[in-house]
């Protein structure tokens, strides 16, 4: 148990906890005619005189406030609010933003933890090799160089105070970087000098286009009105939908390219053939002489009871998608056989085979939440036969309505 808790990763409050950064953030809005607008950041010195390290600012961009990263050259504006790491406690936060028209703003979470999708953490150390070790952290520009702010140093296990921007950097040390994700990730990738430690598990839950979340809400909304309208077919819409995630780089290709579900495919891919084979063999002709035999004498409703239940025993050992591929040539079979409109069928085939609730394999939902909520296998059966019972009724009673015969 003690190797597996060493092995653990560490989360923000670790890290802030471990290098001393406990009440040295600070959240602080510019007001207008502040003697910081239009000045950048380099030309205040604000470290050197106050022990201001500024690791990023909030700016309002199309009606939301967004987390912008800060680099030398950045020059500021009104209504700016800074995210300071104040490393220097004896300097008077009343007199600093009194000086410099400043206004304190609410702070959630302890350093910047609340900012944990935009502001990210990192252990960093520099190879044996490096050419950088006894520089300080101003003379390798570290900042400018790589877009990152050292807000923490250890050294012999132990986490130095005060300002680290002059001091030099030993082999062995170990820094606490901060800064976006982005730039943390392509620190990692470089390995003349630095190599990435430890990254903390806020890092799983960081989302690589957060800013771009609007954007991908509107193509979503795009391809849903485009398939409402009936004049592009789907497939056109999806496409178009995903067109425009990639121009706006809501997602690249690579993580397009892992997006894709590849088993949902291949037995999507492999239940076509199986669904021909059955039409082409006389399969699907027997199955639906079977149906009309049993309950084609009673109605199309009883119809529509039987292909539900038969969709849903399917259910029980497949997954919903083949099912629905399975079954849908049936129902439109036994449209044809009994004379009326096949949409009422296949919609009935649709329902059915979304309303795999029975069985954790019914659907990869299910199959998902199975391990991490200690389910069992019954649990679902319990819950999933009601459902599915209601479901049934209220389809056969409503989907006709909808689709008339």
Known sequence: EAGKESWKRRSFRDLIKEYRLTGRARRLAIRPGSPMVGHRLDDLKLRERYGANVIGLERWRRFRRVIVNVTGGTEFRARDVLLIDMSASEVDLREFCGEQMLEPMILRGEYFSDQALDVGMAEVSLLPESGLTGQTLREMAFRTRYGLNVVGLRRAGEAMAGLLVDEPIQLGDIMLVVGDWKLINQLSQQNRDFLVLSLPVEEQDASPAHSQAPHAIFCLALMVALMLTDEIPNPIAAIIACLLMGKFRCIDMESAYKAIHWPSIILIVGMMPFALALQKTGGVDLIVHGLMEFGGGYGPYIMLVCLFVMCAAIGLFISNTAT???????????????????????????????AAFMTPVSSPVNTLVLGPGNYKFSDFVKLGVPFTVIVMIVSVVMVPMLFPF
Not at 335 to 345: C, D, I, Q
């Open 324 to 354: 629905a591929v399975l079954m849908a040539p049936i129902a439109l079979a036994a449209a044809k056989s009994m004379g009326v409109s096949p949409y009422p069928f296949a919609m009935i085939v649709a329902m059915a085979a979304s």
